[in-house]
């Protein structure tokens, strides 16, 4: 089993920055990739980030490209969302996530391993 704690939220006010952390326990932790999704109030959750594990290499939802920057530190198992530039329709409750095989990136039903989520807040 795999565990997955997320932390980093908070509130901020539109146009300020946050840095989500994600850290991985458990069994020998491997993993194809790791992403980020989020849920606002009244919304389905939805693809945020995403970095394969091995490679490095990232897609970005377009609401956040260029805004949002997904890293990962293999030794300490550990991914992390930089969150700049930040707007209020950013608000949500983000989620890391796990994929153990590859699949569609941006799916919900792709990953195997969920956190429990960290409240974003962006005030305008």
């Known amino acids: 089993q795999v565990q997955l704690v997320e932390s980093g939220g908070g509130l901020v006010q539109a146009g300020g920055s946050l840095r989500l952390s994600c850290a991985a326990s458990?069994?020998?932790?491997?993993?194809?990739?790791m992403a980020w999704f989020r849920r606002a109030p009244g919304k389905e959750r939805e693809f945020v980030a995403v970095?394969?594990?091995?490679?490095?290499?990232?897609d970005y939802a377009d609401s956040v490209k260029g805004r949002f920057v997904v890293s990962r530190d293999i030794v300490k198992n550990a991914v992390y969302l930089q969150m700049n530039s930040l707007k209020p329709e950013d608000t949500a409750v983000y989620y890391c996530?796990?994929?153990?095989?590859?699949?569609?990136?941006?799916?919900?039903?792709?990953?195997?391993?969920w956190g429990q989520g960290t409240q974003v807040t962006v005030s305008s």
């Open positions: 458990g069994r020998t932790f491997s993993s194809y990739a």
């Open positions: 996530a796990a994929q153990v095989f590859s699949g569609t990136y941006y799916e919900v039903r792709s990953y195997n391993y």
């Open positions: 970095i394969r594990w091995s490679a490095g290499n990232a």
